[in-house]
């Protein structure tokens, strides 16, 4: 069985469609109860099949006008879009003589629905939330006058390692989707969408005793500690 993806799917997206599309195809079996164990299919208690033989028999031996092959295609159509969500909880510290911003600890919860591969599932949020981290504290583009590009090397333009990033604490709740056979969603690209926003407003909320209300991002030292400096509290 061969099942493709559409251009540009990436991370999760393809595997809640491959998903369906091998359940789809199965359905064609005519309803049996098809098990497979250790290179075994079991159709009944009482028969069985190895895998070697179904598809040595799949291209020998067939009746007439049947082509050989063991193949199966089929196209996944979802009848809606699926919607994973999650909350995501972020602490950080500030130092006022620096003004940089320590993020001290991060939960996040998502509900992907059915999960399919919890450790795929676990990388992605992980890598997520780490590339999250990047755009909220570090990474930036500028530009002088000139339009010259002002971060034009990893000196300049801060991507988030080991160092930066904290001790992420992850959980899950499980919402099937009822739009997917398996009651599955994606999630590749929530930890990326939450993280950035749960800092951001982490580092606002420090803020708010001295009346700040916004912050734009990256939130670098020298942006916060031009805050502190504003009101007084720099050390």
């Not at 909220?136 to 333009?157: H, K, Q, T």
Request: proline share 9%; charged share 20%; net charge negative.
């Amino acid at each position: 069985m061969r099942v493709g993806e559409p251009p540009g799917e990436r991370a999760s997206g393809p595997d809640w469609r491959r998903g369906a599309a091998i359940i789809t195809v199965g359905s064609g079996l005519g309803g049996l109860d098809e098990r497979v164990d250790d290179g075994d299919t079991d159709t009944a208690p009482d028969r069985s099949v190895t895998i070697p033989d179904c598809a040595f028999a799949a291209y020998t031996n067939l009746p007439p006008g049947m082509e050989p092959g063991l193949e199966a295609t089929n196209y996944y159509d979802p009848p809606n879009v699926t919607f994973p969500f999650g909350t995501y909880i972020c602490v950080v510290d500030i130092d006022r003589s620096t003004g940089e911003v320590t993020v001290r600890r991060f939960v996040a919860v998502d509900d992907c629905g059915n999960i399919i591969n919890p450790m795929i599932v676990q990388g992605q949020i992980h890598g997520g939330l780490t590339q999250g981290i990047g755009p909220a504290l570090f990474e930036e583009i500028p530009y002088d006058e000139d339009g010259n590009n002002l971060a034009g090397s990893f000196m300049d333009y801060v991507v988030p390692t080991s160092m930066e990033t904290p001790a992420w604490e992850t959980a899950h709740t499980v919402t099937p989707s009822p739009h997917h056979p398996l009651g599955a969603k994606g999630v590749g690209e929530s930890a990326t969408v939450g993280a950035p926003a749960a800092i951001t407003n982490a580092v606002v909320d420090a803020l708010a005793q001295l009346d700040v209300t916004h912050m734009d991002i990256p939130i670098t030292p020298d942006r916060v500690w031009e805050v502190l400096n504003e009101k007084g509290v720099a050390e």
